[in-house]
């Protein structure tokens, strides 16, 4: 029998250069000597798809041998980065250049840097893509996590990108120890709603039936940021995980606590995958009631419920092509909403944002260690200064409770 691929996320780093509103990652950056080395990454399993994401990966000056070794084992790989080493990601592209890069753009000019706390983080990371676009690369897009405050740019966002013929991949808020948050929120639900409809309209006017897809996605972000629950199963750790950067293999990262199937540092990945406390967590995950519409968990449960999906996307396909406008009010919610049969607040009880929560950040002991006394910015800008960047931040006042 043909040995089953997996779908896997490797986070190779938690240093980050970026100073995202909605993340704090930057403020908890794992130790260099710790990250995951070409060794562990030897030892993961067939992969038919696979993203590197951080932390910023590119801080990781290896990140090539990390690549190369990971094209031994997976058929598609993916990037995610804030693009701000324009340098490195061009150089990689010679090499690689099957490879998907996506570039976190929060807006138009002054609201990406503003969410990002990067001055110069929107010309960045469009010249970048630009100069990939330019090279040729054919798997080249953006990344967008939306929330109030860059909501009205979601669509000129998505025809900036369509124009330079560019994939478009939308997030909205999440809390997690991945972003080391708990108090990320929509405030104002409708104006969100009100733009992922606008998009998902014009997604469904194209004639692509990816993007017809992606509207889909986008109508399970409307649900989700309304607190309700996941349009599809969550299947995370049965056929897809994610390993850190201590090689510690979980389901995903939209968990509050780190949940560790095993680590791959020590183990063999079929005593890993095949170990209780992986069942242990995979039976946790049955009962998640997180309900994350994150493209991670989402794209593997979209393939694997192709039959729950095809119905909404060609009936709105249809009403498309008769001239019929997607509405957010499809979703009984946003009615109920906008009826008062339910409260602002009874929602935000919905969601998982959690004010008095102690934020477990996933650090091993030794990066904690490092950090005492001193700021995560702090020990990463000298990492970046001394890699010969220089960065042009906005200072964060934002005070974090981390156990
Ligand atoms: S969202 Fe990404 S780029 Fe922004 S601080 Fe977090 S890890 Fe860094
Ligand atoms: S809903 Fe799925 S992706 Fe989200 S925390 Fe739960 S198991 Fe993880």
């Known amino acids: 029998m043909a040995e089953k691929k997996l779908n896997g996320t490797v986070i190779v780093t938690y240093r980050c250069n970026a100073r995202c509103s909605m ?14 080395s070409l060794e562990t990454i030897k030892k993961l399993p067939k992969m038919y798809f696979t993203n590197i994401t951080g932390g910023e990966p590119f801080i990781r000056t290896d990140l090539k041998e990390v690549v190369r070794e990971l094209y031994k084992k997976s ?63 054919k798997d080249v897009g953006f990344g967008m996590t939306v929330q109030d405050k860059n909501a009205p740019d979601l669509v000129p966002l998505y025809e900036i990108s369509n124009k330079m013929g560019m994939e478009f991949a939308t997030a909205s808020l999440h809390n997690s120890f991945y972003f080391v948050e708990a108090k990320n929120i929509i405030h104002d639900r409708p104006m969100v709603a009100k733009n992922f409809e606008n998009l998902v309209n014009e997604l ?24 309700q629950k996941r349009l599809l199963p969550c299947d995370m750790s049965f056929d897809t995980f994610f390993i850190d950067p201590y090689g510690d293999v979980m389901p995903c990262n939209g968990t509050k606590d780190k949940e560790v199937m095993g680590n791959l540092n020590r183990q063999s990945w079929d005593e890993l995958w095949n170990s209780p406390e992986a069942e242990k967590v995979r039976r946790k995950v049955r009962c998640c009631d997180r309900d994350c519409w994150m493209i991670g968990s989402v794209s593997p449960a979209m393939h694997k419920y192709i039959y729950r999906v095809i119905p909404w996307v060609m009936w709105h396909k249809l009403k498309s092509m008769l001239g019929m406008k997607y509405s957010m009010f499809e979703n009984k919610i946003c ?3 906008r009826d008062g049969k339910v409260t602002k607040e009874e929602l935000d009880k919905c969601s998982t944002c959690d004010m008095c929560a102690t934020i477990n950040n996933g650090l091993s002991d030794d990066s904690k260690e490092a950090l005492k006394g001193k700021r995560g910015e702090d020990i990463v800008n000298a990492d970046v200064a001394s890699q010969g960047y220089e960065t042009t931040k906005m200072e964060t006042n934002r005070e974090i409770e981390i156990k």
Not at 28 to 36: C, K, N, V
């Open 204 to 227: 469904l006017k194209s004639n692509s039936p990816k993007k017809w897809f992606r509207a889909y996605f986008n109508h399970g972000l409307i649900n989700y940021i309304y607190g």
């Open 335 to 337: 009615r109920d909403l």
């Open 75 to 137: 058929d598609r790989i993916v990037i995610s980065t804030n693009g701000f080493f324009t340098d490195r990601i061009i150089d990689l592209c010679k090499e690689f250049p099957q490879i998907g890069i996506r570039i976190s753009i929060e807006g138009l000019e002054k609201t990406n840097n503003e969410i990002r706390g990067l001055n110069d983080g929107y010309q960045r990371g469009y010249t970048t893509l630009k100069k990939l676009r330019d090279m040729g690369m």
């Open 23 to 36: 993340c704090n990652r930057y403020k908890a950056p794992s130790r260099q000597e710790e990250e995951i």
